[in-house]
Structure formats: structure tokens, C-alpha cells
């Protein structure tokens, strides 16, 4: 790679010399040194630390620095590899005449153009200048594209975290609560029917199987939860009076579909709360409708024209909003609608 340019640029049957390998070592060394300060020193104790005016005064006069020296390399040693004599300087810029055309040759005031066998290029500080800029410009605009790139990465990773542990604790917060709610109505059927309450004991075994196995890794079936759904219903009705009416509408699914598990319980429960009175005429009503790319899920249910549902819902409409923003993002959609006698939600979330 450095003997590069000796063999590409000489002519043929030319020797090589010392001083065809020492010229590009003048231009390369300082920028070799150049970048290896800037990509292992300055980049990173200076530029990634905030300290951007200092690293753009460190770089400029390290730039400054190379280009000076390269310069007095070049006045003190410039000629130290050279093969120049006076004799050979000589034979070396001597004049030389291209042949003449034949109509000119007896044209006495005919001068062809002299050649000179040896340009002056640009001198080597100016290519350090220029290329140094470019080099530190470049070096350091893709070491801060990976760093942004990593940046970026790990600033995923460490969302996707936070959105999983936010997750765990509204989940972990939907199954005690159930779990309460669940068994003080076990425990007011023990004195009613103890045949009901066995029975009531059973679904709550499978239901705590279906919450401690199935949802373990935060996705289950539509198909479970469903059936946990129904479940969950058939035990509420297990306390409740038939002045209640409750109609439960559910889709038969016919192919396997992953959904975040436990998303439907909270407005269920919350229905079952303030939804039933033993004063007055109460319902009920939870439908559920699969369609093509989204599931939608509505619950309506009485309430009393005291009640403020919504500043009494435990853990409550807001931390189930949350949890499918974080689930769903901008893709779902979340209603409350609420009159002095009603109060429903409307749910839509993709699949």
C-alpha cells in the first residue's frame, strides 16, 4: 500500500530510488499520526465528553502542529535522499526539443516549447493541511454516526425494558385485586350454597392456573382469554341477584391469535363493581368482536347518579390506559362514555 504510488507513477525501465519511497512517507506519517490522535484521543476524551470547543481548538492545532513541522522537515531535510549532483541536476533539467514536423523544417523562426522534465506539484505541507481537515472531517463525522447508531440502540433497549417492567407491575397489580374481589364472593357463598361455593373454588383453581402459567411470559391465545373471561362472569353471577341482567357476547376463534393477556379484566371487574345494584334495575353488558386486523371490546354498565366511577375504580381506568399505551402506542383506541346512569368503554386494539 505505501510502495503504491513508486509503482504505479514511475515510468518504465526507470530505477527506483530511496527518495520515490521517503517523498510519500513526508505526507502519509503525519496524517497516519494525525488520525490515530484523533480517532483514540481526542474523539473520545474530548468530543464524546461534551467538550466541543476544546477538542475543535485541540484538533485545529494539531493540524497547525503537523503542518509546521512538515514544513521544516522539508526545508532542513528535503534533500537529503536526493540523487542530485550539479552535474546530474544539469543533465537532469536539460532542455529538450520534440522532433520537427517536416513544413517546418526550414522555418528559422520556428522555437518548439521546451519541456521541463520536472513540474512543481503542490508542496507536501499543503497536501497535509488539506487532507488532514478531510481526514479528521470524515473520521470523525462516522465515529459519531456509530456512536449516535449505539446511542440509539441501547436507548431502545433500555425502553423496551422499562415498557416490559411497567408492564409486570400493572399485571401484578390486575391479579390480587381480582383475587380479592374473587374470594370475598367465595366466601359469601360458603353461607348460601356450599354446593355453589365448591364450584365457585373449581373455576378459581383453573382461573389462577390460566394467571400463574399461561400469562407467565405476558402473551397468551385470544381463545384463553376468552374462556378466563367467561369464567370470570360465570363466577360473578354466582353472587349476584337475577334483577341483573348480564349478557356477555363472544366470538368463536377459529386460528390461534397472541394478544398481551389480562387486557379485558380490569373493565370486567370494574363493571361487576359498580355495575350491580340490589336497589334498582342493573346490567351489564360485555361484548367482544374479532375482526380482520383489530379485536374490539365493549362493556356497558349501570351505575347510580351519586357514584363517580371513574375517581373509583381501585387500580382503575388509568392505569389500564397506560398500560395499553405502552402495549399499543398510537395504534389502539380507548373511549369512556359516561351519562348519569350509564358508564361504558370502547376498546380497539390491533392485531
Known amino acids: 500500500m505505501i510502495a503504491s504510488p513508486v509503482l504505479f507513477t514511475r515510468q518504465a525501465g526507470s530505477a527506483i530510488s530511496w527518495k520515490m519511497f521517503i517523498t510519500p512517507m513526508e505526507t502519509i ?10 480517532r483514540f484521543v481526542l474523539v473520545p476524551g474530548l468530543l464524546f465528553k461534551n467538550n466541543g470547543l476544546l477538542y475543535g481548538i485541540t484538533v485545529a492545532a494539531l493540524v497547525v502542529i503537523c503542518t509546521i513541522g512538515s514544513l521544516i522537515y522539508q526545508n532542513q531535510f528535503g534533500d537529503r535522499f536526493s540523487n542530485n549532483s550539479p552535474i546530474s541536476n544539469i543533465n537532469e533539467r536539460k532542455m529538450t526539443r520534440p522532433p520537427f514536423p517536416p513544413e517546418e523544417l526550414y522555418n528559422p523562426d520556428f522555437h518548439p516549447p521546451l519541456n521541463d522534465p520536472h513540474p512543481k506539484g503542490m508542496p507536501p505541507f499543503a497536501n497535509i493541511l488539506i487532507f488532514s481537515v478531510l481526514i479528521v472531517g470524515f473520521d470523525t463525522g462516522l465515529k459519531s ?11 431502545a433497549r433500555l425502553e423496551k425494558e422499562n415498557i416490559s417492567i411497567q408492564l409486570d407491575v400493572l399485571r401484578n397489580q390486575v391479579s390480587p385485586h381480582f383475587f380479592m374481589n374473587t374470594l370475598n364472593n367465595i366466601h359469601t357463598l360458603i353461607d348460601i ?9 373449581i373455576k378459581l383453581s383453573k382461573m389462577m392456573r390460566y394467571l400463574l402459567y399461561d400469562t407467565a411470559h ?10 378466563f373471561i367467561e369464567s370470570y362472569v360465570e363466577l360473578m353471577k354466582l353472587r349476584v341477584s337475577d334483577k341483573v341482567e348480564i349478557e356477555v357476547s363472544m366470538p368463536q376463534v377459529t386460528k390461534e391469535i397472541n394478544i398481551p393477556p389480562l387486557l379485558f379484566t380490569s373493565f370486567i371487574e370494574n363493571a361487576f363493581k359498580y355495575g350491580v345494584s ?15 386486523n383489530q379485536i374490539l371490546f365493549h362493556v356497558e354498565n349501570s351505575k347510580s347518579k ?34 348519569e346512569s350509564t358508564f361504558a368503554i370502547d376498546l380497539s386494539i390491533p392485531l
Request: hydrophobic share 35%.
Open 29 to 38: 506519517i503525519p496524517l497516519f499520526l494525525i488520525f490515530l490522535i484523533n
Open 145 to 155: 454516526s456509530f456512536r449516535w447508531a449505539e446511542s440509539e440502540k441501547e436507548k
Open 193 to 201: 350454597s356450599s354446593e355453589k361455593a365448591k364450584d365457585a373454588v
Open 218 to 227: 405476558g402473551e397468551t391465545t385470544l381463545q384463553k382469554e376468552i374462556i
Open 278 to 292: 340490589y336497589q334498582q334495575k342493573s346490567f351489564i353488558h360485555i361484548k367482544l368482536t374479532q375482526e380482520e
Open 306 to 339: 351519586t357514584m363517580d366511577i371513574k375517581n373509583s375504580t381501585g387500580i382503575g381506568i388509568e392505569n389500564a390506559r397506560s398500560r395499553m399505551n405502552l402495549l399499543f402506542g398510537t395504534k389502539h383506541r380507548f373511549d369512556i362514555t359516561e351519562t
